[in-house]
């Protein structure tokens, strides 16, 4: 499990966290932003069409590995295995979830927060974690924290990440990668500006290369 979200979160050190609105722009979101340099993706369960916008990215881009987000439920979680994901990534983390995750053939990354909620996923053997709502949750001086006691745990950041705090948390030796929104602009996509976000994918690719 571990080494298998290492090599999906080696593959780029920012996952476009991607909320689709109209089906059609699912191909065309994901297809500029892998031409940019992210080949990981996330889609959030947020809209009734993220399953199908998965599926549809998964035949359009093979080359990228494409995560569920926002998986609250196992159900949630069953219905992202069947739609192709290669992992499943979650805000929070119930044990119902845990468990899930632990049976499932889909790596999850599951939300934490606190000590307290990386013990209980420690519990299971979880060993790398969303930290998630970052920026409100502490930042980065959380993280470093949180290596004291539990140094083989690592972390993908999001909530409030951007292009000029991302360095920040990529500096610190338990983090893989970040995530977040801001590749993906609500304005751009409702304007169709493919061009646009390939070209922030890009500054992001070419900034935070490994
Ligand atoms: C997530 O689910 O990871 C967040 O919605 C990303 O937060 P952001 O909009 O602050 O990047």
Redesign the pocket.
């Known amino acids: 499990r571990t080494a298998e979200l290492d090599s999906i979160c080696l593959k780029a050190e920012v996952i476009p ?1 991607i909320t689709i609105e109209r089906l059609e722009d699912a191909v065309p979101i994901g297809r500029a932003l892998v031409e940019g340099g992210l080949n990981v993706l996330e889609i ?1 369960l947020r809209t009734d069409c993220a399953l199908e916008a998965v599926k549809r990215l998964r035949d359009a881009l093979p080359g990228a590995s494409i995560g569920v ?2 998986v609250l439920t196992p159900a949630q979680y069953r219905q992202a295995e069947e739609a192709g994901a290669d992992f499943v990534v979650t ?1 929070g983390a119930t044990q119902a979830l845990y468990q899930y995750g632990v049976e499932s053939p889909v790596p999850m990354l599951p939300g934490v927060a606190t000590v307290s909620e990386l013990m209980s996923g420690w519990q299971y053997g979880y060993r790398r974690f969303k930290f ?2 970052a920026e409100s949750s502490g930042g980065a001086r959380a993280l470093k924290a949180f290596a004291a006691p539990l140094p083989e745990v690592r972390f993908c950041p ?4 951007n292009m000029t705090n991302a360095e920040e948390y990529l500096a610190l030796p338990n983090v893989m990668c970040v ?4 590749l993906t602009p609500k304005a751009l996509i409702e304007a169709e500006d493919w061009a646009a976000i390939r070209d922030l994918a890009r500054q992001a690719a070419e900034r935070f290369h490994h």
């Open positions: 966290v959030t987000g926002t805000p998630f709502p999001t909530g409030g990440i995530g977040g929104t801001w």
